[in-house]
C-alpha cells in the first residue's frame, strides 16, 4: 500500500492516478490543507513506496479540487483542478509541476473561460509531441450549448494556448472532455451524456492533433441508453480502450469496456469479466500499456459490498488474465475507484479505505504477473532479439529460467516451447 502522508478523513487520496516508469502519481481531492477541498496530489516510487514530491494548489484555494484528474508523462505531471474559481465558481484550472521537484511550471487558465465550466475534468500529456502538448477537458463549456463541452490545448512550458477542440457533432448536456487519451498524436475525447445511442449513451471522438481535426467517432456497436460510454479511457499503440460502466451486459450497471482500432474507428472486441454482477460498474477506470488493459470495477462485492476490485485483460489476446482483489480490503473501499498502469507497475486507488479516518483513501501498487508473457525474459514485456539472446544464454548455462516445458532437462522440447510462445506474443 502507498501510504498517505497525513491522517485525515475525507482527503480522498487515490481520487486519480497517473503511473511512469517506476513511479505512481495520486491525488488527494479532499486535502484540507491548502483550504478547505484543495486538493493535492503525490508522487511515488513505486518500489520502495517512498514519498517523491507533493504537488499542491494556490493557498486559499476551497473547493478547488486539485486533482479531480491527473496525467503524467516524462517527468512532468498535469493536474485538474475543477472547483477553481479564478474565472468564476466552479471555472476550474490544471496546474502543471516538474515531477521529481514539484516545482510548478504553469497554472492554465483559459481566456474564454465561464463558471461552471468544470475546465480540469481531464487532462492528458505527450511532452515529447511537437515540443509538447496538454490537453485539458472542458466538460460544460457552453460554446456550442449549455454543458456541450469542449478541450483546449496548451503549450505545457509555455502556457501558450494552441487551440480548442469541439466534436462536429456537438450536442446540449453532452460534457465532450470529461475523458480523454493521447497517443501517437490522436487524441480521444469522451462524451459520456452523447445522445447518438439513446439518452446519454456516450461516445468517443478520435482527433488529429497535427491537423486539429476529427478524424472518427467511436460507438459501440451495442450502445444502449444511459451506458455511459466514453466516462474513462485509454490508448496505447493505435487501440483506444473505453469504459461504459452503465451497460447492462449482465445486468443494471455491470459495465464494460469497449477495443477500437484508432486508424479504423472499428470495435475490436468488448470486455466483460467472467464474474460479472449487476451494479459492479467494470469500466469506471481504465489504463492500457504494452498490451495489458488494467480495468477498474469499484462497486464489486468480493471482500464485501463496494469493496471493489480490478480486472487485468491482454488488448492482442482479448482474454481475462487476473482479477485483482486486495488482501485487507472491506465494504465500501471503492478498490479500482482510479487505475493506473506503466511497464510493469500498476497502481489502483481506494477512495473510500478508511484506515486514516472516514473516506481518507488509499492506493496500491502490484506488479504485472511474470507469466503475463513467458518468453519476455527481459521483463519490458518486448518480445524481440534480448528475449532470444537471454533465453540462449540461461540454456547453455541450464538455468531454470529456460526450462520451458518444467521437465527439469534441457533439450530440443524447451526451445519449442520457447519459440512458440515467442510467436505467439505477449498479451
Same mark, same amino acid.
Given at each position: &500500500?502507498?501510504?498517505?502522508?497525513?491522517?485525515?478523513?475525507?482527503?480522498?487520496?487515490?481520487?486519480?492516478?497517473?503511473?511512469?516508469?517506476?513511479?505512481? %502519481?495520486?491525488?488527494?481531492?479532499?486535502?484540507?490543507?491548502?483550504?478547505?477541498? %484543495?486538493?493535492?496530489?503525490?508522487?511515488?516510487? %513505486?518500489?520502495?513506496?517512498?514519498?517523491?514530491?507533493?504537488?499542491?494548489? #494556490?493557498?486559499?484555494?476551497?473547493?478547488?479540487?486539485?486533482?479531480?484528474?491527473?496525467?503524467?508523462? =516524462?517527468?512532468?505531471?498535469?493536474? /485538474?483542478?475543477?472547483?477553481? +474559481?479564478?474565472?468564476?465558481?466552479?471555472?476550474?484550472?490544471?496546474?502543471?509541476?516538474?515531477?521529481?521537484?514539484?516545482?510548478?511550471?504553469? *497554472?492554465?487558465?483559459?481566456?474564454?473561460?465561464?463558471?461552471? +465550466?468544470?475546465?480540469?475534468?481531464?487532462?492528458?500529456?505527450?511532452?515529447?509531441?511537437?515540443?509538447?502538448?496538454?490537453?485539458?477537458?472542458?466538460?460544460?463549456?457552453?460554446?456550442?450549448?449549455?454543458?456541450?463541452?469542449?478541450?483546449?490545448?496548451?503549450?505545457?512550458?509555455?502556457?501558450?494556448?494552441?487551440?480548442?477542440?469541439?466534436?462536429? #457533432?456537438?450536442?446540449?448536456?453532452?460534457?465532450?472532455?470529461?475523458?480523454?487519451?493521447?497517443?501517437?498524436?490522436?487524441?480521444?475525447?469522451?462524451?459520456?451524456?452523447?445522445?447518438?445511442?439513446?439518452?446519454? =449513451?456516450?461516445?468517443?471522438? !478520435?482527433?488529429?492533433?497535427?491537423?486539429?481535426?476529427?478524424?472518427?467517432?467511436?460507438?459501440? +456497436?451495442?450502445?444502449?441508453?444511459?451506458?455511459?460510454?466514453?466516462?474513462?479511457?485509454? &490508448?496505447?499503440?493505435?487501440?483506444?480502450?473505453?469504459?461504459?460502466?452503465?451497460?447492462?451486459?449482465?445486468?443494471?450497471?455491470?459495465?464494460?469496456?469497449?477495443?477500437?482500432?484508432?486508424?479504423?474507428?472499428?470495435?475490436?472486441?468488448?470486455?466483460?469479466?467472467?464474474?460479472?454482477?449487476?451494479?459492479?460498474?467494470?469500466?469506471? =477506470?481504465?489504463? &492500457?500499456? *504494452?498490451?495489458?488493459?488494467?480495468?477498474?470495477?469499484?462497486? #464489486?462485492?468480493?471482500?464485501?459490498?463496494?469493496?471493489?476490485?480490478?480486472?487485468?485483460?491482454?488488448?492482442? =489476446?482479448?482474454?481475462?488474465?487476473? *482479477?485483482?482483489?486486495?488482501?485487507?480490503?472491506?465494504?465500501?473501499? !471503492?478498490?479500482?475507484?482510479?487505475?493506473?498502469?506503466?511497464?510493469?507497475?500498476?497502481?489502483?486507488?481506494?477512495?473510500?479505505?478508511?484506515?486514516?479516518?472516514?473516506?481518507?483513501?488509499?492506493?496500491?501498487?502490484?506488479?504485472?504477473?511474470? #507469466?503475463?508473457?513467458?518468453?519476455?525474459?527481459?521483463?519490458?514485456?518486448?518480445?524481440?532479439?534480448?528475449?532470444?539472446?537471454?533465453?540462449?544464454?540461461?540454456?547453455?548455462? *541450464?538455468?531454470?529460467?529456460?526450462?520451458?516445458? /518444467?521437465?527439469? &532437462?534441457?533439450?530440443?522440447?524447451?526451445?519449442?516451447?520457447?519459440?512458440?510462445?515467442?510467436?505467439?506474443?505477449?498479451?
Amino acid at each position: &500500500m502507498v501510504p498517505p502522508p497525513e491522517d485525515r478523513a475525507f482527503d480522498r487520496f487515490g481520487y486519480a492516478m497517473a503511473a511512469g516508469t517506476n513511479v505512481i %502519481a495520486v491525488t488527494a481531492n479532499g486535502n484540507d490543507t491548502r483550504g478547505v477541498n %484543495a486538493g493535492v496530489a503525490y508522487l511515488y516510487d %513505486a518500489t520502495t513506496r517512498q514519498r517523491l514530491a507533493t504537488y499542491w494548489p #494556490d493557498e486559499g484555494s476551497n473547493n478547488g479540487n486539485l486533482g479531480y484528474s491527473i496525467d503524467y508523462d =516524462s517527468s512532468v505531471v498535469a493536474i /485538474g483542478a475543477t472547483g477553481d +474559481d479564478q474565472n468564476g465558481s466552479n471555472h476550474g484550472a490544471a496546474y502543471l509541476y516538474w515531477g521529481f521537484s514539484g516545482d510548478r511550471i504553469q *497554472k492554465l487558465v483559459p481566456g474564454d473561460g465561464n463558471a461552471g +465550466d468544470f475546465f480540469g475534468a481531464s487532462v492528458a500529456l505527450d511532452t515529447g509531441f511537437k515540443g509538447g502538448i496538454v490537453a485539458v477537458g472542458s466538460s460544460f463549456d457552453d460554446d456550442n450549448g449549455t454543458d456541450t463541452g469542449s478541450v483546449y490545448l496548451f503549450d505545457p512550458f509555455t502556457g501558450v494556448s494552441l487551440g480548442k477542440l469541439h466534436p462536429n #457533432d456537438p450536442g446540449v448536456g453532452h460534457a465532450f472532455g470529461n475523458a480523454m487519451a493521447i497517443d501517437d498524436g490522436i487524441l480521444a475525447v469522451g462524451a459520456y451524456r452523447s445522445d447518438s445511442l439513446g439518452y446519454r =449513451s456516450g461516445a468517443v471522438y !478520435l482527433f488529429d492533433l497535427a491537423t486539429r481535426t476529427q478524424i472518427a467517432k467511436l460507438l459501440p +456497436d451495442d450502445g444502449a441508453p444511459s451506458n455511459y460510454f466514453g466516462w474513462s479511457i485509454a &490508448m496505447h499503440n493505435g487501440i483506444v480502450a473505453v469504459g461504459a460502466w452503465g451497460h447492462a451486459a449482465v445486468g443494471v450497471n455491470s459495465g464494460a469496456v469497449y477495443l477500437f482500432d484508432a486508424s479504423t474507428g472499428n470495435q475490436i472486441t468488448k470486455f466483460v469479466p467472467d464474474d460479472a454482477e449487476p451494479e459492479d460498474r467494470f469500466g469506471y =477506470s481504465v489504463s &492500457m500499456d *504494452k498490451g495489458v488493459v488494467l480495468i477498474g470495477s469499484y462497486h #464489486d462485492d468480493d471482500n464485501g459490498e463496494d469493496s471493489g476490485a480490478a480486472y487485468i485483460f491482454g488488448a492482442s =489476446s482479448l482474454n481475462q488474465l487476473y *482479477k485483482l482483489i486486495p488482501s485487507q480490503g472491506t465494504a465500501d473501499d !471503492l478498490f479500482g475507484r482510479s487505475v493506473a498502469i506503466c511497464n510493469n507497475t500498476i497502481g489502483i486507488g481506494s477512495i473510500g479505505d478508511s484506515v486514516f479516518g472516514d473516506s481518507s483513501g488509499s492506493a496500491q501498487v502490484f506488479t504485472v504477473p511474470a #507469466d503475463i508473457c513467458p518468453a519476455d525474459l527481459t521483463g519490458d514485456r518486448l518480445l524481440d532479439f534480448f528475449d532470444i539472446s537471454e533465453f540462449l544464454t540461461a540454456f547453455v548455462q *541450464k538455468e531454470p529460467s529456460a526450462d520451458f516445458n /518444467g521437465d527439469g &532437462m534441457y533439450n530440443f522440447f524447451d526451445v519449442s516451447a520457447f519459440l512458440q510462445l515467442f510467436n505467439t506474443g505477449c498479451p
